[in-house]
């Protein structure tokens, strides 16, 4: 790969773990009340979508591990 291909590759996987941080913060590590979630997956979703200018469909396949 070429130095800029590398750059790429390695901003890519920066900007995903990101995300995937944002969300189990926003959504997986959230106290429950009255055994219901405060925010959606759906929800959390579309916030991280418009903060990173990315679609949902992209959003949605950083956070979700492979196979489901």
Do not use: C, W
Not at 14 to 32: G, L, S, V
Not at 54 to 64: F, H
């Amino acid at each position: 790969m070429t130095p800029k291909q590398l750059a790429r590759a390695d901003r890519l996987e920066r900007r995903n773990k990101q995300i995937q941080d944002a969300f189990y913060r926003r959504y997986t590590n959230q106290p429950r009340v009255n055994g219901a979630k405060l925010y959606t997956r759906e929800g959390v979703v579309a916030q991280l979508a418009e903060e990173y200018h990315l679609s949902m469909a992209t959003v949605e396949r950083i956070v979700l591990p492979k196979g489901n």
